[in-house]
């Protein structure tokens, strides 16, 4: 059975900090996709990345990067130069190739002050 | 524009009452997801439809109802035989089932007493 852990509950910054977010996930099959949302306070899961399991080159999105280690089953999320906006929870999930929903981790909230 | 709309914002119900929670999408998605939320936990898949007229249980389908009558539109009917209601309710479409990113309507909060 597929499973994602987001160890982190809670993790508070001040604005202009970088930020890592930690995702371990476990799964049987070779193939299989990995996602990152935000939910702002407004409560609406913003989708921010989609990587494939056979695609492990780093990303990077503006102030936003993503490092995927299939060697440790981790797919982490780093916020750089952290913002007040920043403020949210932070979903990663799982889909495998042959299933048919998403696993959601328990979720990271983020705190920047200013 | 295009996107999910969830109605109402806030949802009132007294116990034993049955109660539907709309989910509209103009993405042209064949996909269509409910999830619920629980504060401070992550989404867990209520139900999910792959294409008009069929629709498949997810983790936790018990005391609820749906149903997927036009591509656009996948309801969802929290029933009296739901135990325990009151949580956040999102809903989601894709473009197709599986592995595609999922886009969230802004959700429903319902509140039963």
């Known amino acids: 059975a597929q499973k994602v852990t987001q160890a982190q509950t809670e993790i508070s910054v001040v604005e202009k900090e970088d930020v890592t977010l930690d995702c371990v996930y476990e799964?049987?099959?070779?193939?299989?996709?990995l996602f990152w949302y935000k939910q702002p306070p407004s409560g609406e899961l913003v989708f921010l990345i989609r990587?494939?399991?056979?695609?492990?080159q780093n990303e990077i999105s503006g102030r936003y990067s993503w490092n995927f280690q299939k060697s440790t089953s981790s797919f982490n999320f780093t916020i750089t130069a952290s913002q007040v906006v920043d403020s949210a929870v932070y979903f990663c999930?799982?889909?495998?190739?042959?299933?048919?929903?998403?696993?959601f981790g328990g979720g990271t909230r983020v705190l920047v002050k200013p | 524009d295009g996107g999910i709309t969830q109605s109402p914002k806030y949802l009132f119900r007294k116990e034993g009452q049955n109660v539907t929670l709309s989910c509209e999408q103009n993405?042209?998605?064949?996909?269509m997801y409910w999830y619920r939320q629980d504060p401070g936990q992550g989404l867990r898949l209520i139900y999910y439809?792959?294409?008009?007229?069929?629709?498949q249980k997810g983790d936790i389908a018990e005391g609820y109802s749906v149903s997927r009558e036009k591509k656009e539109s996948f309801p969802l009917t929290v029933t009296s035989a739901q135990k325990n209601p009151t949580a956040f309710y999102l809903c989601?479409?894709?473009?197709?089932?599986?592995?595609?990113?999922?886009?969230f309507g802004p959700g429903t909060r319902l509140t039963v007493t």
């Open positions: 989601a479409s894709s473009i197709a089932q599986g592995t595609y990113e999922q886009y």
């Open positions: 799964t049987r099959d070779t193939t299989y996709y």
């Open positions: 990587r494939n399991s056979f695609d492990e």
């Open positions: 999930a799982l889909s495998e190739a042959a299933g048919n929903k998403l696993t």
């Open positions: 993405l042209n998605h064949d996909a």
């Open positions: 439809s792959q294409i008009v007229n069929d629709f």
